[in-house]
């Protein structure tokens, strides 16, 4: 009897610990990501004209290989198994906005969107359907970056790309039109408008690149936390003046800040940036150091 029950007692153990690994990788199954997308996201060809895209920028932490299909098929284009989009030359005049679908192996899905123009040959026009997709970009402070390269339709002649003002720290790549920007951008949000040129006329665009607020935990968590809020609560709380406590408690901490009123006492702070936290609440400021990734800096 007794080794009966050690034995069920292991298998019960072992059931434990198979249901835990379960959950653990539910878990990291959940926090995957499939992500496609094309720089640049259009060709311009003239009729009789074969070529092919650049291969997609895959974003699969899921590993393993990656499926390709056009949503809506178009006779003479295909992809190939790397999703390199190619067209013959008996494509005829004409837009052609082919969705692009991929595919993991554990069944995520991301789409994007990918143009091709088929312009009348012989006859340069002026640019036109001049965009970035996606239009717009969200950094952090102290992030450099830049855009994927813009969508458009040429006319059929080499094109130029010039910003039509000047903005510190961001510059255009007058070939492919890509925008970058440097890592001492300040916070704020910028219009930046991007103006393509040909032999025969223009275009204008805008992007708006957002530069976030890094809040900072040494000036605008720990002054608050340690003055507001520590001070009044006991026990365990009154190591809200340390990072790791308040780090490990910031679920809590952010539950018992209201959006108006006094909790904590004083909460409409000095410290808030009011361009990037526009309520100048600092419990949109405390959520917002969070979402940064709780900082200790």
Not at 146 to 153: D, H, V, Y
Not at 277 to 296: A, C, E, P, Y
Request: glycine share 8%.
């Amino acid at each position: 009897m007794r080794q009966l029950i050690i034995l069920l007692s292991i298998i019960g153990v072992l059931s434990s610990c198979h249901y835990d690994k379960a959950i653990v990788d539910l878990r990291n199954v959940s926090k995957d990501t499939l992500k496609i997308s094309y720089s640049p996201s259009s060709s311009t060809i003239t009729v009789g004209t074969a070529g092919s895209s650049a291969a997609p920028i895959i974003k699969n932490t899921v590993g393993g290989i990656v499926s390709f299909k056009i949503s809506a098929p178009v006779a003479g284009i295909t992809l190939d198994n790397n999703g390199v989009i190619n067209w013959a030359n008996t494509v005829p005049r004409g837009t052609y906005t082919l969705g692009i679908v991929a595919t993991n192996i554990i069944g995520m899905v991301d789409s994007v969107r990918y143009i091709l123009y088929v312009n009348a040959s012989g006859v340069a026009t002026a640019p036109t359907a001049f965009a970035y997709a996606p239009a717009s970009n969200s950094v952090n402070q102290g992030m450099a970056g830049s855009s994927l390269a813009p969508s458009i339709n040429t006319g059929g002649a080499a094109v130029t790309y010039s910003l039509t003002t000047t903005i510190t720290g961001i510059t255009i790549n007058a070939t492919s039109g890509v925008i970058s920007w440097v890592n001492t951008m300040s916070p704020g949000t910028y219009t930046i408008t991007v103006k393509a040129t040909n032999s025969v006329g223009s275009i204008t665009t805008n992007y708006t690149l957002i530069v976030v607020y890094l809040v900072r935990f040494s000036v605008d968590i720990l002054p608050v936390i340690s003055t507001k809020c520590a001070t009044c609560h006991h026990g365990s709380h009154t190591t809200w003046t340390q990072w790791s406590t308040i780090n490990n408690e910031s679920a809590s901490i952010h539950s018992r800040l209201k959006p108006a009123g006094n909790m904590p006492q004083g909460s409409s702070l000095s410290p808030v940036p009011t361009t990037q936290v526009s309520s100048g609440l600092f419990r949109d400021l405390f959520q917002l150091w969070i979402t940064q990734g709780k900082l200790n800096n």
